[in-house]
C-alpha cells in the first residue's frame, strides 16, 4: 500500500506544477511531504480583495528513516481574506484548525498515549510590497494566537501560543505573461507557550527558507506550484528537515476568470 501511495505521489509531484501554500512545521521529522488543495476568489474588478481558503494534508518519516510519506502527521483547513489597501500596502485576518498525529520519538515510533493534538489559530499579516513587471518582493509580519487540545478536547500540555512571524519572499516572472514564476523565501520564527499555568520566554524557535516553481497557464483557472522547503527548528541543537510540497488553486470558482492573471500570494502556513 505505501509503495502504491508513493507511486501516486511522485507522479503528482513531479507533473506540471506549482506551490504557494508551503507546508506547516511537522516537528521531529528527516523528511516530509504536504499535499493542499484551495480556492481563491476575487472580491471586487481591482484585485485588491481576495478570499483564499484550502485545504491540506501532511505526511512525515520516522527519525531514522527518509521516507516523505511514511506516517500521516497532519490535516489542516484555513480560510483567509486579503486587502490590498495602498500600493505598497497588504493586510488579512484568518482561521484555521488543524489535527495533527503525535508520534513517540523511539522506535518503533507508535502513536503517543495521547495521539492526536488539535489546533484552532486565528491570526493576521501585514505587509509591504514592491514590484516590478518581472519582480515582486513581499516583506511580510505575522502574528498568530493558537490555542491547543488533545482529541477529546481536553487541555493540550500547551494550552496557548503567541507567535511572531517575519518573512521576506522574492517571485521572479519567467515570461510576460506571467505563466511561469519562481518564488523563494525565509522566514523566522518566534513564540511565547503557557504550559500549566507558567508562561515561557519569548525566543526565536526555528526558521524556514523555501523554494518554489509556480505554473499559471493563460486558458486554465488553475494555478500549479510545487516547491521544497528546508525546516530549521532550534538554535543550539537542530532538527534539519525537508519538505516537498504540491498545491493546486483554483481562482475565480465564483466568477468568470478574467485575461488577467491573479497574482501569488503569500500563504505561509
Known amino acids: 500500500m505505501h509503495k502504491i501511495l508513493g507511486l501516486v505521489l511522485c507522479i503528482l509531484l513531479f507533473s506540471t506544477v506549482s506551490a504557494q501554500i508551503s507546508p506547516p512545521g511537522l516537528g521531529d521529522a528527516n523528511t516530509a511531504s504536504w499535499l493542499a488543495i484551495g480556492l481563491r476568489q476575487r472580491l471586487d474588478s481591482a484585485n485588491h480583495k481576495q478570499y483564499v481558503a484550502y485545504a491540506g494534508m501532511g505526511r512525515i518519516s520516522n527519525p531514522d528513516d527518509y521516507n516523505p510519506i511514511e506516517k500521516t502527521s497532519i490535516f489542516v483547513l484555513n480560510q483567509e481574506f486579503y486587502n490590498q489597501f495602498h500600493k505598497h500596502w497588504q493586510y488579512s485576518v484568518a482561521l484555521s484548525y488543524r489535527r495533527q498525529n503525535e508520534y513517540e520519538s523511539t522506535t518503533p515510533y507508535e502513536k503517543e498515549k495521547v495521539p492526536l493534538k488539535q489546533e484552532f489559530r486565528i491570526y493576521s499579516r501585514y505587509s509591504f510590497i514592491w514590484k516590478t513587471s518581472r519582480l515582486k518582493w513581499v516583506t511580510t509580519y505575522r502574528q498568530e494566537f493558537r490555542k491547543f487540545y ?120
Open 150 to 269: 488533545t482529541n477529546d478536547f481536553k487541555d493540550w500540555e500547551e494550552t496557548y501560543q503567541l507567535r511572531s512571524r517575519t518573512r521576506t519572499q522574492l517571485t521572479v516572472t519567467l515570461d510576460k505573461y506571467k505563466v511561469h514564476n519562481i518564488v523563494a523565501s525565509a522566514e523566522a520564527l518566534f513564540s511565547l507557550s503557557k504550559e500549566e499555568s507558567q508562561w515561557g520566554s519569548f525566543a526565536y524557535r526555528e526558521s524556514r527558507f523555501c523554494l518554489y516553481y509556480s505554473y499559471a497557464p493563460v486558458t486554465s483557472p488553475l494555478v500549479f506550484s510545487l516547491g521544497y522547503m528546508n525546516n530549521l527548528i532550534g538554535s543550539s541543537s537542530l532538527i534539519d528537515a525537508h519538505y516537498i510540497a504540491l498545491d493546486i488553486i483554483w481562482t475565480d470558482p465564483f466568477g468568470n476568470l478574467r485575461k488577467k492573471k491573479i497574482e501569488v500570494q503569500d500563504l505561509t502556513n
